[in-house]
């Protein structure tokens, strides 16, 4: 089976992440019987991203040569248009959150087949997803497709959670993923500084929260996740991080 999934950064981790996490978790389910390196008839995936490098980050080295052993492509979002052929199309597209597929590609899409559509919303746990998970969405036009909404949950009765294999720790072992190990080594013993990992948007909210941090006593490790919050850091600073 072929798969295209589709994702326009709009908060830029959270967005980025869950696809990331989706088209994993697909390429590490077998849809194909005959999935095999001898088989010509793979599953394949194929991810558009309108910041495909930040998908490639958040991957990490190790997690793309995984994803390359399973025929995962990380790909601009501009290139779909210019992606299909009678040859190369989808059995499955998903939208992650109510992304729209490009005009372009939708059209080549009616030219050669007719793939399911489904799109992935928010998690959420309240109680009105459960009666819409799985729902179709009827075209509000001649040229639109029918979708059927995937709404993730917490209850069997819903899409569930992308949770995955956690890692295996030792209850007196302080775990730290491969890709922070390097940053890992820079910080001060756990007994000497608490820690604390930043997601923002950056902002003045982050320069108050920065104010309170230099007003306290206890002293603290911050880690910023990518370069919103960093541009913000560096600016309360008045000098650089990197």
Not at 175 to 201: G, N
Not at 202 to 216: E, W, Y
């Amino acid at each position: 089976m072929r798969f295209d999934i589709f994702c326009h950064i709009v908060d830029h981790l959270g967005d980025a992440g869950v696809s990331l996490r989706l088209v994993r978790r697909l390429a590490l389910t077998h849809f194909t019987s005959n999935d095999h390196f001898t088989s010509s008839d793979k599953d394949s995936f194929r991810l558009f991203c309108d910041q495909p490098e930040l998908i490639k980050k958040l991957a990490g080295e190790d997690m793309l040569s995984e994803l390359i052993t399973h025929a995962v492509e990380i790909l601009p979002w501009e290139s779909a248009a210019q992606s299909l052929n009678a040859k190369i199309f989808p059995d499955v597209v998903i939208e992650t959150f109510s992304c729209e597929l490009p005009t372009k590609y939708l059209t080549q899409l009616k030219n050669i087949n007719t793939p399911l559509i489904i799109n992935v919303e928010y998690l959420s746990a309240q109680s009105w997803t459960l009666e819409a998970h799985g729902l179709p969405s009827p075209p509000s036009h001649a040229d639109d497709w029918l979708r059927y909404f995937y709404y993730p949950g917490f209850t069997a009765s819903s899409g569930g959670l992308l949770q995955g294999k956690l890692p295996s720790v030792d209850n007196h072992q302080e775990y730290v993923p491969k890709s922070l190990e390097q940053v890992w080594r820079l910080l001060r013993p756990s007994s000497e500084a608490k820690r604390i990992c930043l997601f923002t948007y950056g902002g003045d909210q982050l320069k108050r929260f920065l104010d309170q941090v230099s007003a306290s006593e206890i002293p603290l490790d911050l880690l910023f996740c990518d370069a919103p919050a960093i541009q913000i850091a560096e600016q309360w600073l008045g000098e650089s991080l990197t």
